[in-house]
Every structure is written in structure tokens, then in C-alpha cells.
């Protein structure tokens, strides 16, 4: 009995004593408490970031990334919550880490925008930030912002390269002009990805005249199986070329398995198709982060859209894969990209494109502010152009019937 | 002579009767030797300190007012829908469709929200949503046992297929009421009127869905325990040949008891739209459905014993999520050790119901004759 009752102190005191360490302020977890020490030392800031998934996504890894690299930049302690869902989740989410001391809470995905309208009403003090949102002009609220960036203008350049590549093949008599066909890998009919594809579209004919394209949906923002089944339906559909604008690595090892080139989206998929990738495009987030948390020591008023823009270095373009591309796409890459900041070349030009024929004139309306009816309310065509991202940052342009050379293939989602 | 048989080195025999106190022992002296093994993994995968580890699934949980309302909101959905399926698992039909059972209890509430919420009183509104999910939640369960009593189909299969083809007419109204066109969300249901949504009791938004948890689980307790249906229910479970021969509606007591269910379930998915949420998704049940049988099975049909069960899943889930946020681990990380956790309790259940008997060495029993 005896015996027992030692060997159980003993175990009790192996238990207890890391317990006490960690009490003691040894464990790295344990918050700082602000307000008891007198304010001898200034805490630094926190900021918060609420995802989706986690980092085994390419779209939350992108965010995730940018924000650890600003906040240290910054000086700002982040306090990352993954995995949250898009709904009560966000809310219960946001509000903890406004509970942690966070002067800023982002947020990264579509859904989770009324769960951040809710929590900023709840706390004024708190600057919330969401990515992709479009709300937050008709919200009226000071505290919520939405953000996004010129991202078309980047699917444009990976279209020009998408087209250099498509001559080269028309040139060595690989397809003719006429078989100049691509394929795209959509994840809904919503107006970010029809932003995204028919800006790539009007890249890719920049350069290459005779050039169409099938879309294809898969109805899922990640979806592994369908996204590589759909490159390969689109392949066999005779596309000779394929991008895509859902995220996972699906399309891109569709077209190394075949040799068909790719163009990627959210990062290089170089590892993944050596032989296939062409280039890829995406948003850097790290300057939004950076405006916000420098906006928010300075004590500068937001406005309640931010879009970066190549200038910003928000949006880019990168990893040129050589071995794939066709000879000088660089240069051309270089020539268009001047053309676009300069102002020369505009993506939504109305004279390069029309939809069931007609051009887009000056009375067009698109749906900017979101409504259950989705009413075309804001003007958006001024100046030969279609004004994309300038109304609101995230993307308006209409999904309701496709430009003309794009044929979609499924749009029952 | 008598030759001498060799005794199997273990043998396992089944227990008459065990003591409350005995019962409770071996259950906490596996959730102890869960937490070392726990311990063990951790140290071995990561270079943290497994106290630290659990004092931070501690705070997941118990962190701030905020986090234990939201536990206690969490534990008050898995709760209900677990005190639902229990007379149906008690009556040994294995109703594995407890989420779709909800879903119809959620599109039935968002319906109600969206196509009148502008036109009558929020007050009306709550009450018309609230009969709507409960008789839809009903209706969904009201199938499957239709078939079992008429046809005697497989429920097992039944109820899980129910389960699918809910969420897939959710999708399909999803689109239908997306905003904005093509994003595949709805997005907070009347978020500016708030037309629908359940009051906020004394300033705490999730203080009636505990409420209501408790009130259904008081109900579920007298149900099974006190009242004929209860009993019922019970000999159906035990044997259908003794149920008919002692002059019990076999057929009508399992279709009162699954809509009984289903009503309950139908609830849930009220509460998750009109109370919780504000929205509906595909994913808004979050396998809930299914944790309830393991949360009744665990107390074995107790309603009262589910607290504890259900408390032991949900206190795992937050710590899981707090974990991957304070030391940045994976959240898969968080569900390795929920599993190790689970294994561990469910593995105790074998040992409360069966007694493992060592041979004893020949020396000893020799000495003993």
C-alpha cells in the first residue's frame, strides 16, 4: 500500500511540475496581459486573420504567407484562426480575437462577409477587413472594408503568354489558326471568375486573333477529382491549352499527364507540370496588409474599397517557365504590362470584345450593389472601357451571357 | 487420473452486475491513460510541452465568457439532437439520419424567412418557422419509418440515403437564393430586419438554445422512463415476437417514435437558422447527425449521462481548434488526439461490460488449495 501511495506522488509531481513551469509565464502560449503591467512597456499591436482552410489550400496558403511576412515586417503580432467555417464559426471567430486585443480582424473568404458585418457592428473600435467582400460601400459602416485587386489585369498578361503560345503552335504547324482552342477550369458562374476567364480570353486574342475558348464548372472552390476530370473533358473536347481558376493542383497535373500547356493561378505550379506550366498569375496581399496596419497606427481613416493594382504590387505575374513558353514572351509580357500601367491598353477595351454580338455601350449597367434581385444598378462603361474593380474592388463584370469566342459548357451551377 | 487442460493465458467473461463506483473508475483511468498517451504522442511530434497542450485546450473551451457561451451553444445543438435519436437507437432502429432529419428542419425554417419575411410580423414569422421545421424535420423521419413498418426495409440504409438527398434539395435552393448570382451563398438570412430571428434572452444571444436543450432533455428523460410510449419503445427494441405477443403496435410504435425524432430534430435546425446561424449551407449540420448516435451510445440512452458525453466531444472539438491557433499546428493535429481520446473512452465501455480473467501462475494456485 505504501509502495502505491509513492509511486502515485511521483507521478502526481511529474504531472504537476511542467504545469506549474507553464503557469509560471515558461509556456510560450500565454497571452500578455496588457493592462497589469502598468503600460512600462508598450505591447505590441495584434492583428488577427480568420481562413477557410488552412495552408493546404492554395488560396489560404496565399493569404496566410502574405500575413505572416507583413505583420513581422510591421512589427505586429498575428494571431491566425484556420479551418473556419462560413457561418456562426466566423463571428464567434472574429469576436475571440477582437476578446485577444487584435486592433484589426481579416478575413479571407466570400462567406464569411455578413458574420464580419455582424461582429463589426458589435465592435466600432475594431477595424475589420474583408477580402473579396462586396458590401462594405452599401454597409455605410466605418469599421468594415472590403479589398481585392486588379487581378484581371494580371489574367490578361498570363493571356498574352497563353497566346504567344497558341502562334508558336500555329506556327510550327502543330494545330491550325482555326484549332486555336483553350479550355478553363471554372469553380462557380460568379463574377470573379468570369472576371478572371474572359480577361485571359481577351489576353490570350491580343495576341493570337483566331483563339476561342470552352469554360467548364465545377461548382466547388477546391475540389481535387473535379477539377481534373474537367481539364481532361476539355482536353478531349480538342482544347489545346488549359487554365483554370479553382484551386487546387487538379488541372494543372491533368495537362503534365498529357503534355498539354497550363496556365496556372494563385502560385506556380511549376513542380507539378515541369513540361506543361506556362506562367501563373496572383494577388499579393502583403500591401493591403501593410496599408491597413500602418493605416491603423497612424489613426488614418479607410475607405471602404481598396484595390491594388500592378502598381501597387499587388498583382502578379509570375515564374515564367522558359522551356514551355514560346520565344519572346518576356518581351511582349513587358511591352503589354507598360501599355496597362501606362493607361494604352485597357483590359475591357469595349472595341476588342462584344457579348451576343453587341458592344457594350456607355448605358450599360452592371449589379455593383448586391441585391436578392441582382438589379443592374451602376454604370460602368465610360472612356471605351469597362471600368472593372473601380465602383467596388471585388469584380462586376456581368455573368449573365458570355463574351463572344467563349463558349461555356455547363452553367447549370 | 485427470489430465490437466491447458487454461487459455487470457479469457474474457461477460460481468453481471458492476458498481456505479467501479464503473466510473475504469471510465476515468482511461481517459487518464488517454491523456499519457496523448502526452507521448505529442512530445514525440512535436516539441511542446503536452501540459501546455492541454492547458491550452483548456482555455478553447473555458478561455473567456465568450468561449464557454460558445461551448454551451455548441453542446446545447449536439445535445438536442442527441436526446432525438436516442428512443429511436433505444428501439434498436438504427436512425443514422439525424442530419438529414435537420436539414429539412433548416431549409423548411430559411424558407419561411425568405419568401414571407418581409410581409407578416417577426413574432408570426418565428411561429410559423417553427411549426414548418418541426413538421418537416418529422415528415423526413415519417419516411424512412413508414417503409420499415409496412415493408420492413433496411432503416440503416434508408435514413443514411435521407441524409443525402436533403442536403442535395439544400444545394439546389442555395442557388436558387444565392447573392450574389453565381457566388453559391445565401449569405445571413435577413440580416438588416432581422425578421425571424429568435430574441436575444438578457443579452445572451445563445441563452435559449440552452434552455431549450434542457427542457428537451428533461422531456426525453421522463419520456423513456416514466411514460407507456417510453416503455414501449423499449420492448420493440428488445424483441418485435414479444412487442406483438404481449399486444404492441409494432408499426405504430416505430412511426410515433421516429416522428417523435424527427419533431426533435426539425427543432434543432430551427434553432440553427432562426437562432444560431442566420443561414443556410450545405455544411450547416456539420455531421452533427452522426456524433449524436456516438453521444447517445456513450450513455447509453441517458439523456442525462449525454451532457457528459456530449460535453466530452464538443470541450475536445474547441480544444482541437485552440491548439492550432496557438501553436500553429495543423488542425488534423488537434483531431489525432480527439481520436486517441475516443478510442480510449469507447475501448473502457469493453472493459465495464466484459472482465478480462488473467491464468493464474500453478505455483500460486497450488499454494491457494
Same mark, same amino acid.
Given at each position: 500500500?505504501?509502495?502505491?501511495?509513492?509511486?502515485?506522488? +511521483? +507521478?502526481?509531481?511529474? +504531472?504537476?511540475?511542467?504545469?506549474?513551469?507553464?503557469?509560471?509565464?515558461?509556456?510560450?502560449?500565454?497571452?500578455?496581459?496588457?493592462?497589469?503591467?502598468?503600460?512600462?512597456?508598450?505591447?505590441?499591436?495584434?492583428?488577427?486573420? +480568420?481562413?477557410?482552410?488552412?495552408?493546404?489550400?492554395?488560396?489560404?496558403?496565399?493569404?496566410?504567407? !502574405?500575413?505572416?511576412?507583413?505583420?513581422?515586417?510591421?512589427?505586429?503580432?498575428?494571431?491566425?484562426?484556420?479551418?473556419?467555417?462560413? #457561418?456562426? !464559426?466566423?463571428?464567434?471567430?472574429?469576436?475571440?480575437?477582437?476578446?485577444?486585443?487584435?486592433?484589426?480582424?481579416?478575413?479571407?473568404?466570400?462567406?464569411?462577409?455578413?458574420?464580419?458585418?455582424?461582429?463589426?457592428?458589435?465592435?466600432?473600435?475594431?477595424?475589420?477587413?474583408?477580402?473579396?467582400?462586396?458590401?462594405?460601400?452599401?454597409?455605410?459602416?466605418?469599421?468594415?472594408?472590403?479589398?481585392?485587386?486588379?487581378?484581371?489585369?494580371?489574367?490578361?498578361?498570363?493571356?498574352?503568354?497563353?497566346?504567344?503560345?497558341?502562334?508558336?503552335?500555329?506556327?510550327?504547324?502543330?494545330?491550325?489558326?482555326?484549332?486555336?482552342?483553350?479550355g478553363y477550369v471554372g469553380a462557380?458562374?460568379?463574377?470573379?471568375?468570369?472576371?478572371g476567364y474572359?480577361?485571359?480570353?481577351?489576353?490570350?486574342?491580343?495576341?493570337?486573333?483566331?483563339?476561342?475558348?470552352?469554360?467548364?464548372?465545377t461548382?466547388?472552390?477546391?475540389?481535387?477529382?473535379?477539377e481534373?476530370?474537367a481539364a481532361?473533358?476539355?482536353?478531349?473536347?480538342?482544347?489545346?491549352?488549359i487554365s483554370q481558376h479553382a484551386d487546387s493542383?487538379g488541372a494543372p497535373?491533368?495537362c503534365?499527364?498529357?503534355?498539354?500547356?497550363d496556365v496556372s493561378y494563385n502560385?506556380?505550379?511549376?513542380?507539378?507540370?515541369?513540361?506543361?506550366?506556362?506562367?501563373?498569375?496572383?494577388?499579393?496581399?502583403?500591401?493591403?496588409?501593410?496599408?491597413?496596419?500602418?493605416?491603423?497606427?497612424?489613426?488614418?481613416?479607410?475607405?471602404?474599397?481598396?484595390?491594388?493594382?500592378?502598381?501597387?504590387?499587388?498583382?502578379?505575374?509570375?515564374?515564367?517557365?522558359?522551356?514551355?513558353?514560346?520565344?519572346?514572351?518576356?518581351?511582349?509580357?513587358?511591352?503589354?504590362?507598360?501599355?496597362?500601367? #501606362?493607361?494604352?491598353?485597357?483590359?475591357?477595351?469595349?472595341?476588342?470584345?462584344?457579348?451576343?454580338?453587341?458592344?457594350?455601350?456607355?448605358?450599360?449597367?452592371?449589379?455593383?450593389?448586391?441585391?436578392?434581385?441582382?438589379?443592374?444598378?451602376?454604370?460602368?462603361?465610360?472612356?471605351?472601357?469597362?471600368?472593372?474593380?473601380?465602383?467596388?474592388?471585388?469584380?462586376?463584370?456581368?455573368?449573365?451571357?458570355?463574351?463572344?469566342?467563349?463558349?461555356?459548357?455547363?452553367?447549370?451551377? | 487420473?485427470?489430465?490437466?487442460?491447458?487454461?487459455?493465458?487470457?479469457?474474457?467473461?461477460?460481468?453481471?452486475?458492476?458498481?456505479?463506483?467501479?464503473?466510473?473508475?475504469?471510465?476515468?483511468?482511461?481517459?487518464?491513460?488517454?491523456?499519457?498517451?496523448?502526452?507521448?504522442?505529442?512530445? @514525440?511530434?512535436?516539441?511542446?510541452?503536452?501540459?501546455?497542450?492541454?492547458?491550452?485546450?483548456?482555455?478553447?473551451?473555458?478561455?473567456?465568457?465568450?468561449?464557454? =457561451?460558445?461551448?454551451?451553444?455548441?453542446?446545447?445543438?449536439?445535445?438536442?439532437? $442527441?436526446?432525438?435519436?436516442?428512443?429511436?437507437?433505444?428501439?434498436?432502429?438504427?436512425?443514422?439520419?439525424?442530419? *438529414?432529419?435537420?436539414?429539412?428542419?433548416?431549409?423548411?425554417?430559411?424558407?419561411?424567412?425568405?419568401?414571407?419575411?418581409?410581409?407578416?410580423?417577426?413574432?408570426? @414569422?418565428?411561429?410559423? $418557422?417553427?411549426?414548418?421545421?418541426?413538421?418537416?424535420?418529422?415528415?423526413?423521419?415519417?419516411?424512412?419509418?413508414?417503409?420499415? /413498418?409496412? =415493408?420492413?426495409?433496411?432503416?440503416?440504409?434508408?435514413?443514411?440515403?435521407?441524409?443525402?438527398?436533403?442536403?442535395?434539395?439544400?444545394?439546389?435552393?442555395?442557388?436558387? =437564393?444565392?447573392?450574389?448570382?453565381?457566388?453559391?451563398?445565401?449569405?445571413?438570412?435577413?440580416?438588416?430586419?432581422?425578421?425571424? =430571428?429568435?430574441?436575444?434572452?438578457?443579452?445572451?444571444?445563445?441563452?435559449?438554445?440552452?434552455?431549450?436543450?434542457?427542457?428537451?432533455?428533461?422531456?426525453?428523460?421522463?419520456?423513456?422512463?416514466?411514460?407507456?410510449?417510453?416503455?414501449?419503445?423499449?420492448?420493440?427494441?428488445?424483441?418485435?415476437?414479444?412487442?406483438?405477443?404481449?399486444?404492441?403496435?409494432? *408499426?405504430?410504435?416505430?412511426?410515433?417514435?421516429?416522428?417523435?425524432?424527427?419533431?426533435?430534430?426539425?427543432?434543432?435546425?430551427?434553432?440553427?437558422?432562426? *437562432?444560431?446561424?442566420?443561414?443556410?449551407?450545405?455544411?450547416?449540420?456539420?455531421?452533427?447527425?452522426?456524433?449524436?448516435?456516438?453521444?447517445?451510445?456513450? /450513455?447509453?440512452?441517458?439523456?442525462? *449521462?449525454?451532457?457528459?458525453?456530449?460535453?466530452?466531444?464538443?470541450?475536445?472539438?474547441?480544444?482541437?481548434?485552440?491548439?492550432?491557433?496557438?501553436?500553429?499546428?495543423?488542425? $488534423?493535429?488537434?483531431?489525432?488526439?480527439?481520436?486517441?481520446?475516443?478510442?480510449?473512452?469507447?475501448? $473502457?465501455?469493453?472493459?465495464?461490460?466484459?472482465?478480462?480473467?488473467?491464468?493464474?501462475?500453478?505455483?500460486?494456485?497450488?499454494?491457494?488449495?
Open positions: 500500500m505504501k509502495k502505491k501511495l509513492i509511486a502515485l506522488m +511521483i +507521478i502526481l509531481a511529474m +504531472i504537476m511540475m511542467p504545469m506549474l513551469a507553464a503557469c509560471g509565464g515558461g509556456g510560450g502560449s500565454e497571452e500578455p496581459a496588457g493592462g497589469d503591467e502598468g503600460g512600462e512597456a508598450e505591447a505590441a499591436m495584434k492583428v488577427g486573420l +480568420i481562413t477557410l482552410h488552412d495552408e493546404n489550400s492554395t488560396y489560404d496558403k496565399n493569404f496566410i504567407e !502574405a500575413f505572416k511576412a507583413s505583420c513581422e515586417k510591421e512589427g505586429v503580432e498575428p494571431i491566425i484562426k484556420t479551418n473556419i467555417g462560413e #457561418d456562426q !464559426a466566423c463571428y464567434e471567430a472574429a469576436g475571440e480575437l477582437v476578446d485577444e486585443g487584435c486592433s484589426i480582424v481579416f478575413a479571407d473568404s466570400f462567406g464569411h462577409e455578413d458574420f464580419m458585418i455582424q461582429a463589426a457592428k458589435e465592435f466600432p473600435d475594431v477595424q475589420f477587413c474583408h477580402a473579396t467582400g462586396t458590401k462594405a460601400h452599401t454597409e455605410g459602416l466605418a469599421n468594415y472594408h472590403n479589398a481585392f485587386a486588379a487581378i484581371y489585369e494580371g489574367r490578361f498578361l498570363a493571356g498574352v503568354a497563353a497566346g504567344m503560345k497558341l502562334n508558336e503552335m500555329i506556327e510550327s504547324g502543330q494545330i491550325t489558326a482555326d484549332k486555336a482552342k483553350m462557380y458562374t460568379y463574377n470573379e471568375v468570369v472576371s474572359t480577361s485571359f480570353f481577351l489576353g490570350a486574342r491580343y495576341v493570337c486573333p483566331s483563339v476561342t475558348m470552352d469554360v467548364t464548372f461548382s466547388s472552390w477546391y475540389d481535387e477529382t473535379a481534373k476530370e481532361n473533358k476539355l482536353m478531349d473536347n480538342g482544347c489545346v491549352l493542383f497535373t491533368a503534365e499527364d498529357r503534355g498539354v500547356p502560385g506556380s505550379t511549376k513542380a507539378q507540370g515541369p513540361n506543361t506550366y506556362i506562367i501563373s498569375s496572383r494577388i499579393n496581399w502583403s500591401p493591403y496588409y501593410e496599408y491597413v496596419i500602418e493605416s491603423v497606427k497612424n489613426g488614418t481613416a479607410m475607405d471602404p474599397d481598396y484595390t491594388g493594382t500592378i502598381a501597387t504590387g499587388s498583382v502578379e505575374i509570375l515564374d515564367l517557365n522558359e522551356d514551355v513558353a514560346a520565344e519572346g514572351t518576356q518581351a511582349k509580357l513587358d511591352e503589354v504590362k507598360a501599355g496597362l500601367e #501606362d493607361g494604352s491598353i485597357h483590359v475591357f477595351d469595349t472595341s476588342t470584345f462584344t457579348i451576343k454580338g453587341e458592344t457594350l455601350g456607355d448605358d450599360f449597367l452592371a449589379d455593383v450593389d448586391s441585391d436578392a434581385d441582382y438589379t443592374p444598378d451602376t454604370n460602368v462603361v465610360s472612356d471605351g472601357y469597362f471600368h472593372e474593380s473601380e465602383m467596388r474592388s471585388a469584380p462586376y463584370f456581368p455573368n449573365a451571357d458570355p463574351v463572344d469566342g467563349i463558349n461555356l459548357l455547363d452553367v447549370a451551377f | 487420473m485427470e489430465k490437466t487442460k491447458k487454461e487459455p493465458l487470457i479469457h474474457i467473461t461477460k460481468r453481471r452486475e458492476i458498481s456505479k463506483k467501479n464503473e466510473w473508475a475504469i471510465r476515468l483511468g482511461s481517459i487518464l491513460i488517454a491523456l499519457i498517451v496523448c502526452a507521448i504522442i505529442t512530445t @514525440l511530434t512535436t516539441d511542446l510541452n503536452p501540459i501546455s497542450v492541454y492547458a491550452s485546450m483548456w482555455r478553447g473551451s473555458f478561455g473567456s465568457e465568450r468561449k464557454i =457561451w460558445a461551448l454551451l451553444k455548441e453542446l446545447s445543438i449536439l445535445l438536442i439532437i $442527441s436526446v432525438a435519436l436516442a428512443p429511436s437507437f433505444k428501439m434498436k432502429f438504427w436512425n443514422l439520419g439525424g442530419g *438529414g432529419q435537420v436539414m429539412a428542419g433548416v431549409l423548411a425554417t430559411t424558407t419561411c424567412m425568405i419568401l414571407i419575411g418581409d410581409s407578416i410580423p417577426s413574432g408570426a @414569422l418565428i411561429v410559423i $418557422s417553427f411549426v414548418a421545421a418541426l413538421a418537416a424535420g418529422a415528415f423526413w423521419a415519417f419516411i424512412p419509418a413508414f417503409f420499415k /413498418a409496412k =415493408w420492413n426495409t433496411n432503416e440503416t440504409l434508408f435514413t443514411l440515403m435521407m441524409n443525402y438527398v436533403a442536403t442535395q434539395i439544400v444545394a439546389y435552393f442555395i442557388i436558387k =437564393w444565392e447573392v450574389p448570382k453565381g457566388s453559391g451563398q445565401i449569405g445571413m438570412i435577413n440580416q438588416n430586419t432581422q425578421a425571424g =430571428w429568435l430574441p436575444v434572452i438578457a443579452g445572451k444571444q445563445y441563452l435559449l438554445a440552452v434552455i431549450i436543450a434542457i427542457i428537451v432533455t428533461i422531456i426525453m428523460y421522463i419520456y423513456l422512463r416514466y411514460t407507456k410510449h417510453g416503455y414501449e419503445l423499449s420492448v420493440v427494441g428488445e424483441s418485435h415476437n414479444t412487442a406483438q405477443y404481449v399486444g404492441i403496435n409494432v *408499426g405504430k410504435v416505430i412511426i410515433r417514435t421516429l416522428i417523435f425524432t424527427g419533431l426533435l430534430c426539425g427543432l434543432t435546425g430551427w434553432l440553427l437558422v432562426a *437562432g444560431t446561424d442566420h443561414t443556410m449551407s450545405t455544411s450547416l449540420e456539420g455531421g452533427r447527425g452522426f456524433l449524436g448516435v456516438m453521444v447517445a451510445w456513450l /450513455a447509453h440512452f441517458n439523456p442525462i *449521462g449525454m451532457i457528459l458525453s456530449g460535453l466530452l466531444l464538443v470541450f475536445m472539438s474547441r480544444g482541437a481548434g485552440e491548439i492550432s491557433t496557438a501553436f500553429g499546428l495543423n488542425s $488534423s493535429f488537434g483531431d489525432i488526439l480527439t481520436g486517441v481520446i475516443l478510442f480510449f473512452v469507447i475501448g $473502457s465501455e469493453f472493459f465495464i461490460n466484459y472482465q478480462v480473467h488473467f491464468r493464474k501462475s500453478h505455483r500460486k494456485e497450488a499454494a491457494d488449495v
